[in-house]
């Protein structure tokens, strides 16, 4: 069965980089899916990073999108999330995600997530 | 992209009752495009219910979602103790995601 699994610094410094990675076991990240990044603030709701193709590919909360990079690395059924100038308002449970989608008519639709991963909370603070 | 607002912000009930949560979004979801979670303190958010209606493998059949356009419900019929947790709803009409703030069911 599929299972993904964050890793990452805990501790990241206001304005530097958070940079965290997703491994996928049990499952091939080229067989089809979107792979997403979901974050959730300490005692807040869930807010949608972003999802990512391992063609390419990529969806982005418009919220965000200026400071965030993902990419894939299928030889380690990995993918990555970057996100630069980072401030306290980052600070959140980092999920990873498994997206299903559909192609209608050439355009991808993004649909649900599942599984996710334990997540992994980072926090912003020098 | 929708904006979806989930009410009641807290429902309390007991075991063996029913329970009714709404997901309102601001705009028409395209088709039936509406996701819902279960989370309980501590652990991943888990799927419940795609497509408005469908369940998730492994969903016990108390739990069932309806709804289209900008008017969606999560129904469990009669709550087990495991059930209480937080719920959240999840648009997904486009290249767009959004999420309601929650609804908490706790126990009366």
């Known amino acids: 069965q599929v299972q993904l699994q964050e890793s990452g610094p805990g501790l990241v410094r206001p304005s530097e980089t958070l940079s965290l990675t997703c491994s996928v076991s049990?499952?091939?990240?080229?067989?089809?899916?979107?792979w997403a990044w979901i974050r959730q603030p300490p005692g807040k709701g869930l807010e949608w990073i972003g999802s990512i193709y391992h063609r390419g590919s990529s969806f982005y909360n418009s919220s965000l999108s200026s400071r965030v990079t993902m990419s894939v690395d299928t030889s380690r059924n990995q993918f990555s999330l970057k996100l630069n100038s980072v401030t306290a308002a980052d600070t959140a449970v980092y999920y990873c995600a498994r997206n299903p989608h559909n192609t209608v008519g050439g355009v991808d639709i993004i649909y649900w997530f599942d599984p996710w991963g334990q997540g992994t909370l980072v926090t912003v603070s020098s | 992209e929708a904006v979806l607002t989930q009410s009641p912000g807290t429902l309390s009930l007991s075991p063996g009752e029913r329970a009714t949560l709404s997901c309102t979004a601001s705009e028409s979801v395209s088709a039936t495009f509406l996701a819902w979670y279960q989370q309980k303190p501590g652990q991943t958010p888990r799927l419940l219910i795609y497509h408005a209606s469908s369940r998730a493998t492994g969903i016990p059949d108390r739990f069932s979602g309806s709804g289209s356009g900008t008017d969606f419900t999560l129904t469990i019929s009669r709550l087990e103790p495991e059930d209480f947790a937080v719920y959240y709803c999840q648009q997904y009409g486009g290249s767009l995601i959004t999420f309601g703030q929650g609804t908490r069911l706790e126990i009366k």
């Open positions: 049990g499952y091939s990240i080229t067989r089809g899916y979107y």
